[in-house]
């Protein structure tokens, strides 16, 4: 069945970067609340191995850093109610003095110049019909920064400054304009990724912490922010464990 006619029985959402963590979780918790889901990352194997899982989810192959990756996700899609733009991620935990500047390249390809590929490409779609909503995945660390966090929260922090920029372009157009963001969240990869493969690194992490949040809580405060009514708008929503009080100042026995 095509996109078009799926979409003329279910609102569309599309969510990057769904192979797993949050995004394959806002797929999963997107598809039971009843919208048709397009999952996009470039992992297909773990796409489809999702959308055998949860009916409602289509995987389509997407790389955020490639113009003709992004625009074929858009050639297939018509109308868009939900945009998530959750592919990114962090790379080292470097002091700045140290820092390597292609971690860095590679921080703002996907978390920043990721979001304006797929959110310029999909603009039209988002305005068909009743109107759509942008969400963003953001960070803690696209509102304060830490020490060894440089590259990530620059990062972060521009990608905080496009969506408060999207919010005024768009104003008056049917588009809402969301940031989630979320503080200390455990999943597989997030930190396995950051310190390169280590998984003891990455286990110190979330060492002595009761509850760290989870890619569900995540996923649970999108379907809140996407499901409101269409004239409410939720600008930012930050949420932490209950542990954490700061990037720096965490609860751990």
């Keep these: 069945m095509s996109m078009t006619a799926v979409s003329a029985a279910k609102p569309v959402a599309v969510v990057t970067g769904a192979s797993s963590g ?6 999963r918790r997107l598809a039971a609340e009843g919208f048709a889901v397009v999952a996009a990352a470039r992992r297909l194997d773990r796409l489809q191995a999702l959308a055998d899982r949860a ?11 490639s113009d003709d990756s ?20 962090a790379i080292g935990t470097e002091p700045v003095e140290l820092a390597d500047p292609a971690d860095w ?6 978390n920043v110049l990721g979001v304006l590929r797929v959110t310029k490409a999909l603009l039209p779609a988002l305005e068909r019909g009743a109107g759509g909503h942008i969400v963003v995945t953001g960070s803690i660390a696209g509102h304060l920064v830490y020490e060894g966090g440089a590259g990530y929260t620059a990062a972060k922090h521009a990608a905080t400054a496009v969506v408060e920029t999207l919010r005024l372009e768009l104003n008056g157009r049917p588009i809402r304009v969301t940031e989630i963001a979320p503080g200390m969240v455990r999943t597989d990869e997030f930190s396995l990724v950051r310190m390169r493969g280590d998984q003891a690194a990455a286990d110190q992490v979330y ?6 949040l989870v890619a569900e809580d995540i996923a649970d405060c999108i379907a809140f922010a996407v499901t409101r009514p269409a004239h409410v708008n939720i600008d930012l929503l930050t949420v932490k464990p209950l542990a954490q009080a700061a990037p720096h100042k965490v609860d751990r026995h």
């Design 22 to 27: 949050i995004g394959a979780a806002t797929a």
């Design 105 to 110: 390249q590679t921080m703002y390809e996907t």
């Design 207 to 212: 060492a002595g912490v009761a509850r760290p």
């Design 70 to 89: 992004v625009a074929a996700l858009a050639a297939g899609l018509d109308d868009v109610a939900v945009l998530v733009n959750n592919a990114g991620g």
């Design 55 to 65: 009916p409602g989810i289509r995987p389509v192959r997407l790389d955020v850093t």
